[in-house]
């Protein structure tokens, strides 16, 4: 089973800042989600990545692919509170169709 | 498009009885759904693979005699947890590959809250 670690695990910031979170692993996926969860709801799809060294830019979210497709990263730029929510990288092996979630980071934008 | 839908949201039950939980995929046709379990501020952990017409594939440490799946059409799969206990209690998520067919595209259901007194 490919592991996939998420970083920071919590993040409380204010409105206006910005930050990364980022999902590592020593492994190759053939492709990386992003999703964002709010609380007693399912995960919603925010991205997918697939091609090594590849950005996609949503509004103020930006996600890069590691060039070796073993890592990838989420930049938000001028949080705001309706950014608040649990945010999880998750990998496609590169056989089958499981995915593999990271851990999620919590993250609280403060007004 | 690409909608999945869980039925019901919330269940409470009390020890030693079964629970049924259905996921659909609403406007589109899923050959593959996945089970999912999430406790408090914590990840996804799947259960299990459902196959449409196949049996499921489960992830080790997950019983199969408990957690019951049933993936009898290309919009419906079901889990039933049997025999439930206290522990058993956790919000269940399901999953359906998506319409593209591509194999790292699932979406979501809104999940089931268990809880089991």
């Known amino acids: 089973t490919q592991l996939l670690e998420q970083s920071p695990q919590f993040l409380s910031i204010q409105e206006g800042e910005n930050l990364t979170v980022y999902c590592n692993s020593s492994?190759?996926?053939?492709?990386l989600q992003w999703y964002r969860q709010e609380p007693g709801e399912g995960p919603v799809l925010l991205v997918t990545?697939?091609?090594?060294?590849e950005v996609k830019k949503l509004k103020r979210l930006t996600f890069q692919f590691g060039d070796a497709r073993k890592d990838s990263s989420l930049h938000i730029t001028a949080a705001q509170p309706g950014d608040t929510g649990l945010y999880l990288c998750a990998g496609k092996e590169t056989s089958g169709s499981r995915l593999t979630f990271g851990e999620g980071t919590q993250l609280t934008v403060n007004p | 498009g690409a909608v999945v839908s869980q039925h019901p949201s919330r269940v409470i039950c009390k020890s030693g009885t079964s629970v049924k939980i259905e996921c659909r995929s609403l406007?589109?046709?899923?050959?593959?759904m996945f089970w999912y379990r999430q406790f408090p501020k914590k990840s996804l952990m799947l259960m299990a693979t459902s196959n449409e017409g196949s049996k499921a594939t489960y992830e080790q440490g997950v019983e199969k005699d408990k957690f019951l799946i049933n993936h009898a059409s290309l919009t419906l799969s079901t889990l039933t947890v049997t025999s439930a206990h206290p522990e058993d209690s956790s919000f269940y998520i399901c999953?359906?590959?998506?319409?593209?067919?591509?194999?790292?595209?699932?979406?979501f259901g809104p999940g089931t809250r268990l809880t089991v007194t």
């Open positions: 406007d589109f046709q899923a050959t593959t």
């Open positions: 999953s359906a590959r998506g319409p593209s067919g591509l194999s790292y595209e699932q979406y």
């Open positions: 990545v697939v091609t090594g060294g």
């Open positions: 492994s190759v996926f053939s492709s």
